[in-house]
Nanobody, 118 residues
Framework: QVQVAESGGGLVQAGGSLRLSCAAS????????MGWFRQAPGKEREFVAA????????YYADSVKGRFTMSRDTAKNTVYLQMNSLNAEDTAVYYC???????????WGQGTQVTVSS
């Protein structure tokens, strides 16, 4: 079994920064990638960023390029999402997901709320 847990959400003013963390525990030895997704009220969940566990290549949605930075700590099985220059459109529940031993993201966290006040 694998558990994924996010932390670090909260309320921030527009232009501010937040750092999200996501730790994966359990049988994580076959981790292929981890990703961040978000879902705003009334909208579908969308891709934010992803990182390949081997090599560390990172991919971003166009909407967050240049503002968000995803990184990983392989020793801690943890990924981070540094979010800068936040705006109201970034308000959403942010989910962390892991792609382990199979196709697609098959393990998801419970989500953490990020609210940006304008």
């Amino acid at each position: 079994q694998v558990q994924v847990a996010e932390s670090g959400g909260g309320l921030v003013q527009a232009g501010g920064s937040l750092r999200l963390s996501c730790a994966a525990s359990g049988h994580t030895f076959s981790t292929y990638a981890m990703g961040w997704f978000r879902q705003a009220p009334g909208k579908e969940r969308e891709f934010v960023a992803a990182i390949r566990w081997t090599g560390g290549s990172v991919y971003y949605a166009d909407s967050v390029k240049g503002r968000f930075t995803m990184s990983r700590d392989t020793a801690k099985n943890t990924v981070y999402l540094q979010m800068n220059s936040l705006n109201a459109e970034d308000t959403a529940v942010y989910y962390c997901a892991a792609q382990i031993g199979g196709a697609g993201y098959n393990y998801w966290g419970q989500g953490t709320q990020v609210t940006v006040s304008s």
